[in-house]
């Protein structure tokens, strides 16, 4: 049931924005590299979005802004009507790795999130909430499991949840499944759809498969480079829930045609 | 006949056998050869002392050898005078390990942790580090006495650096992604440094406990060789001055023990505390 109405809200795409960066830039004052102009972002609550463009066109910047670990150099940044200035509480984030640290159980890990913000007592009142999350990714059983006894695809479970123990308002995600084999990766994409909906998630991927932008994402931010700017938001109207065998309709194909021809002007440029 | 029915099977019904060339040295258990190589170096011992081809004031037989290992050996378990030495030798070791650990550990988190220890106080460590530390051995002697205090002094001089060294790079070892982790979640810096960096420089940290755990033996016995005492470096330093080798040579057996537990202690703490790394003991295991 709540699975349909994100769905609704998203296709509709006029419930209440989220997230919203307005006329962002961003100039490394080390190089004097410009890795964004004049980006534009808006994400509506429950919506699922995504950001492609070519190796080096600044999605990791756009993302370590949205996330408060660098400030922008000019635009307007603001998370649930409150600016940006710092990390936040109401911000979730996934990288590439893992990341979980090794002399931690699966579960402390999973709380670490809460031991940082409200200390060790609260971080033990949130194990139940864990153990929820740990069943929810398919992880039951591995509580007290060290994170060197799982799988590259179970790790990210165990992120996954990490990630949202804090009940972020949005859930910011760099490349998360990419170091994982194609089988797996397949996977870990629809359980995300599934989780997202489950959790009525705002999420904003970073990736550079087509493919898994358009079977993920409600809107596509497509970037073209030097410097980092916007070529253009495409819509993908599938319906959800997605499944893989959608990657063989009509629709998915053309979609991945345009976007990709999208990328391929970008490039040229 | 069975060679007829082998032939009757087809090639793809055969199961797959694969036999694995391992050379026969390689299938030799540890304890086997450990022994193997012991009693060669007996047999070559006590072949050059019975042909004469080395004087016995130089080298002792293992005969004579062994007799004075269950002499002192009785002498430390009647808590003779051997074992005051000892005791003394062991206080030595222990005060120096403990004050190398509490300073190196300081230092390093000051040199690991803060840009002005990086930059301000490194320097002058490195410095320091190359030089060679038991020629300050008259100088804490001056200053601190025939007691051991000096000992204990040298012993934790010539055990810090490896702990300092061992600390900063633990610290330098978290990688950008855990970094960058802990700053989504906002942690503190104090936060940060002891719920991810300390933990995580854990392998550095005792591969530098590990070296000072050398350092701090042999720092403990310079110290006595050059500043006097009744410790057990005096014990052999005595036996060496009336030549009487067999016990020089069992001193030391005995001091290498001593050497050997305090290593063993510093690898059993490793195991219990980093148990997450395997890295960092693969290779002691049997
Ligand atoms: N910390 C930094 N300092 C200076 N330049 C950087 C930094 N991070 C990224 N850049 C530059 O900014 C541009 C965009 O990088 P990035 O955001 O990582 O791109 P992407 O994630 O799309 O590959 C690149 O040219 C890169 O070299
Ligand atoms: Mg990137």
């Known amino acids: 049931m709540p699975l349909s109405a994100a769905a609704a809200d998203a296709s509709a795409g006029n419930s209440a924005p989220v997230y919203e960066l307005t006329n962002v830039g961003k100039t490394y004052?080390?190089?004097?590299?410009?890795?964004?102009?004049?980006?534009?972002?808006?994400l509506h609550r429950g919506s699922f979005s995504s950001v492609i463009g070519s190796s080096g066109c600044g999605k990791?910047?756009?993302?370590?802004?949205?996330?408060?670990l660098i400030p922008p150099s000019t635009g307007r940044v603001v998370l649930q009507d409150q600016p940006v200035t710092g990390p936040r509480r109401d911000i979730g984030m996934m990288f590439q790795q893992a990341t979980l640290f090794p002399w931690r159980t699966t579960v402390e890990n999973i709380v670490l999130p809460i031991e940082i913000r409200d200390g060790r007592a609260a971080a033990v009142k949130a194990k139940d909430r864990a153990h929820e999350l740990l069943d929810v990714v398919g992880l039951k059983g591995f509580e007290d499991v060290y994170p060197n006894e799982l799988s590259g695809g179970m790790a990210q479970r165990a992120a996954i949840c990490r990630m949202l123990i804090t009940e972020p308002a949005v859930l910011l995600l760099?490349?998360?499944?990419?170091?994982?084999?194609?089988?797996?990766?397949?996977?870990?994409?629809?359980e995300l759809q599934r989780i997202c909906a489950e959790q009525h998630a705002t999420a904003f991927l970073v990736t550079h498969s087509i493919a898994e932008a358009v079977i993920l994402s409600d809107h596509i931010y497509v970037m073209k480079p030097r410097p980092g700017r916007l070529a253009e938001v495409v819509t993908v109207d599938l319906p959800r829930p997605r499944t893989l065998d959608m990657i063989t309709t009509p629709k998915f194909g053309s979609l991945v045609d345009y976007i990709r021809g999208l990328l391929d002007k970008g490039e040229a440029l | 006949m069975s060679e007829a029915d082998t032939k009757a099977i087809p090639n793809s019904m055969q199961e797959t056998v694969w036999v694995e060339e391992v050379s026969f040295l390689d299938r030799v258990p540890r304890s086997v050869s450990m022994?193997?190589?012991?009693a060669v170096f007996l047999g070559l011992w006590q072949l050059s002392t019975s042909l004469g081809l080395v004087s016995p004031i130089i080298l002792p037989t293992p005969g004579e050898t062994f007799k004075d290992l269950v002499f002192v050996g009785k002498n430390l378990l009647s808590?003779?005078?051997?074992?005051?030495?000892?005791?003394?030798?062991?206080?030595?070791?222990?005060?120096?390990?403990?004050?190398?650990?509490?300073i190196g550990f300081s230092l390093g988190v000051l040199v690991g942790e803060t840009a002005f220890g990086e930059r301000a106080i490194m320097p002058y460590l490195v410095a320091i580090d190359t030089m060679p530390k038991v020629a300050f051995a008259p100088l804490f002697v001056a200053w601190l006495g025939f007691g051991i205090e000096s000992k204990v002094a040298l012993a934790a001089f010539i055990a810090t650096f490896p702990i300092v060294v061992g600390t900063a790079a633990g610290l330098h070892a978290a990688d950008e992604n855990s970094r960058?982790?802990?700053?989504?979640?906002?942690?503190?810096?104090?936060?940060?440094?002891?719920?991810?960096?300390?933990p995580m420089g854990l392998p550095q940290m005792f591969t530098g406990l590990k070296i000072g755990a050398v350092g701090v033996m042999a720092g403990a016995i310079t110290g006595e060789f050059l500043g006097g005492g009744k410790g057990f470096?005096?014990?052999?330093?005595?036996?060496?001055?009336?030549?009487?080798?067999?016990?020089?040579?069992?001193l030391i057996l005995y001091l290498s023990l001593f050497g050997l537990a305090l290593y063993a202690l510093v690898t059993w703490t490793q195991r219990r505390v980093v148990f997450w790394h395997k890295a960092s003991f693969v290779g002691n295991d049997e």
Do not use: C, H
């Open chain 1, 174 to 190: 760099d490349e998360p499944f990419s170091a994982l084999d194609e089988l797996s990766r397949d996977m870990m994409n629809m």
């Open chain 2, 233 to 250: 470096g005096e014990l052999i330093r005595v036996a060496a001055s009336q030549l009487n080798t067999p016990r020089v040579f069992s």
């Open chain 1, 60 to 68: 990791s910047t756009l993302l370590k802004i949205m996330a408060g």
């Open chain 2, 180 to 198: 960058m982790l802990f700053k989504t979640m906002g942690a503190s810096r104090m936060q940060t440094l002891i719920k991810m960096k300390l």
């Open chain 2, 35 to 38: 022994t193997f190589v012991f």
């Open chain 1, 29 to 42: 004052a080390r190089n004097l590299v410009i890795a964004l102009e004049d980006v534009s972002v808006t």
């Open chain 2, 79 to 102: 808590g003779d005078y051997m074992l005051l030495a000892l005791w003394i030798t062991v206080k030595e070791v222990i005060y120096g390990f403990a004050l190398a650990i509490v």
